[in-house]
């Protein structure tokens, strides 16, 4: 049995698709009979998502912490500590936390998001676990902002950019990449039965800027919304409804990252209106995605998901695969998504399809609502052959030797 300690950003970052994204790991490892906990050390004030607006207090974010481990199997395995003000250790005793910290076989920081270095905290063995590959890799290669400073805190690399380190994937690794892999989930927790709604839905920030990168001569964008422009009519060449749920209130959404400050903002009235007039149902994701199993919730009742991925995972072809998609897939719920070049490792074309063209997309929907008990059914066979949390982290251990 390994000590091992899941860092993340739950408290900063007080948002659904995180918590899914970071506690199916740390559940994940627990499940498979280790020492598992969370932790949270960044330096960055808390979100409190009732305000709206970064807080200099933990008044939302410890209740928040206190519940969200309990519901996820690690009640009395979670620890917070204040970096931003008086350096106090909440949820566990400070000498325990050190302790644990200093003893851990690994400890997972979950998207290279914390500087515990600069937070003066001592680890064994720190991992950075790439949820959201690319931008690093170009930074790194580069000398970009402090990207050098954050991979040297680290003594391993594992990322969910499964085509990366590839003879046919130009993506500079980091180094000491020892391992790819991809989103944990879950499946007991998704397990549902026929879908509430008609809808094709997905969620995400519409505009965001400060990530934008250039690598070999050519511009590399992180906003989603340059992809969803090019397929702006598929709503009206559809029979299924499509909707995206998106931050309509002005920077409901943005994070500072390493090397760069990313900030979201509002849909532009403009944008709504042309998505509107070209069949989008266009829904504020305020409304569900502070809650964890509402969430949950918005995407079981959906009839499947129909999304883009960033352009630079695009143009690359990284390999990478949305977490938020893979749980669409375990709760049984056709995939439609834009080639990252992940059917290097994912079969596609019953389930879950990927797609460069819009004749892509509209032979994929067709696809679907020919057959679609086969199709949920393909999506779930896949969730659970190759996103199955004790499989992805069994695998992902030994691939680091633990």
Same mark, same amino acid.
């Given at each position: ?6 860092? *993340? ?23 498979? *009979? ?38 996820? /199997?690690?009640? %009395? ?13 909440? /949820? ?19 998207? /290279? ?25 170009l930074a790194f290669s580069q000398g970009i902002g402090d990207a050098a400073d954050v991979l040297a805190e680290h003594n391993d690399v594992v990322t969910y950019g499964e085509n990366i380190g590839r003879a046919d994937c130009i993506i500079p690794p980091l180094p000491r990449l020892r391992a ?7 499946? @007991? ?20 800027? /400060? ?37 309509? &209130? ?13 900030? *979201? ?25 502070? @809650?964890?199993?509402?969430?949950? @919730? ?5 009839? *499947? ?37 992940? %059917? ?18 509209? %032979? ?12 949920? &059914? ?25």
């Amino acid at each position: 049995m390994a000590r091992l300690i899941v860092l *993340g950003t739950l408290a900063s970052d007080a948002f659904a698709g995180m918590t899914w994204m970071t506690m199916q790991v740390a559940a994940g490892l627990r499940r498979l *009979g280790h020492d598992v906990y969370y932790f949270e050390t960044t330096s960055d004030w808390p979100y409190d998502p009732l305000r709206r607006c970064k807080v200099c207090d933990s008044d939302y974010a410890i209740p928040y912490l206190e519940q969200v481990a309990k519901r996820f /199997g690690l009640a %009395g395995r979670w620890a917070y500590r204040r970096s931003y003000s008086d350096k106090a250790w909440l /949820g566990m005793e400070a000498a325990r936390a050190t302790e644990l910290l200093a003893s851990a076989d690994a400890v997972f920081n979950i998207a /290279g998001a914390t500087r515990v270095a600069q937070e003066n905290l001592r680890v064994r063995r720190l991992v950075f676990f790439g949820t959201d590959p690319v931008w690093h890799e170009l930074a790194f290669s580069q000398g970009i902002g402090d990207a050098a400073d954050v991979l040297a805190e680290h003594n391993d690399v594992v990322t969910y950019g499964e085509n990366i380190g590839r003879a046919d994937c130009i993506i500079p690794p980091l180094p000491r990449l020892r391992a790819t892999t991809r989103q944990p989930i879950l499946m @007991d927790l998704w397990k549902s039965g026929p879908p509430a709604r008609q809808e094709f839905t997905t969620v995400g920030n519409w505009l965001q800027t /400060g990530r934008d990168i250039e690598y070999r001569g050519e511009s590399y964008l992180w906003s989603k919304h340059h992809e969803f422009m090019k397929f702006l009519d598929v709503p009206l060449a559809v029979a299924q409804p499509v909707e995206l749920a998106t931050n309509l &209130n002005d920077i409901e959404a943005g994070w500072k990252g390493q090397g760069a400050t990313v900030a *979201g903002f509002a849909m532009p009235r403009d944008d709504r209106a042309l998505l509107g007039d070209s069949g989008w149902r266009i829904t504020s994701a305020s409304d569900f995605t502070t @809650d964890p199993w509402a969430y949950h @919730d918005y995407i079981v009742a959906s009839s *499947g998901e129909f999304t883009v991925a960033r352009d630079l995972n695009v143009r690359l072809k990284s390999g990478w695969f949305s977490e938020r998609s893979a749980c669409y897939l375990a709760a049984g719920r056709p995939v439609i998504t834009q080639d990252t070049g992940f %059917g290097s490792v994912l079969p596609t074309g019953e389930g879950l399809f990927s797609f460069t063209t819009r004749d892509d997309i509209l %032979g994929a929907f067709d696809a679907v609502a020919t057959d679609y008990k086969r199709h949920s &059914n393909a999506a779930y066979a896949i969730a659970h052959e190759y996103f199955r949390a004790e499989a992805v982290l069994s695998k992902l251990l030994a691939d680091l030797g633990l």
